[in-house]
């Protein structure tokens, strides 16, 4: 209700309203359990001396949960990671769904929601690959005949990304040679995207839209 009713109205950057939401959910938790405690009439001074008691036997027991609570807290914090983040962690591909004091929920492209501990957000090494913008760039190869003019090509490929509406002004599209055969010359083409989840099909559109352009201009595909 928060973040549709409040604060979308004062254009916070994306993951500050999951977050504040979420602390202020466990504050009021927290907040909650010693008010009823207080009404049962419970001495709250006795639970200290427990806590003492028990503090070393949770230390151990609870080690693993200490942790990943305390990465929750630097997840929701620091934020370098965000509800709506794109991040490779272990191989694993996907959109942050959810920052809980536990664990994090990833979301990946073919729908499976991976379940991560917080501490392994703090501790792995971690891609963000949407951390300061959602930009990326899409890479499209392919190997022409060699006695194509590779001038030619080069033109050919450029423009081709610049017609495409997906393709972003800026940066501008490179072309680069990347190997030359007796029977082949490789060529790579980069373009920018404004939008990472548009990656899977604008590149899929652009390699369709090579192919086109080279037949049109009868260069042969090796």
Known sequence: MLEEDVYHHFHLARGIPYAISTMLHY??????????????GIDLTKLTILAGAFSVGIGFGLQNVINNFVSGLILLFERPIKVGDVIDVGGNVGEVSRIGIRASVIR?????????????????????????????AVEVS??????????????????????????????SSQVYVTSFSAGAITFQLRAWIDRYEDLAQLRSD??????NALARDKIAIA
């Open 27 to 40: 504050a009021i938790l927290l907040v909650g359990f010693f008010v009823a405690l207080g009404a049962l």
């Open 108 to 136: 990946t492209a073919d729908g499976s929601e991976i379940i991560v501990p917080n501490g392994s957000l703090i501790s792995s090494q971690v891609t963000n690959w949407t951390l300061s913008d959602r930009k990326r």
């Open 142 to 171: 392919v190997n022409v005949a060699a006695g194509a003019d590779p001038q030619r090509v080069v033109e050919l490929l450029k423009s081709t990304a610049a017609a495409h509406p997906g393709v972003a002004k800026e940066p």
């Open 206 to 211: 652009l390699s369709l839209a090579v192919n």
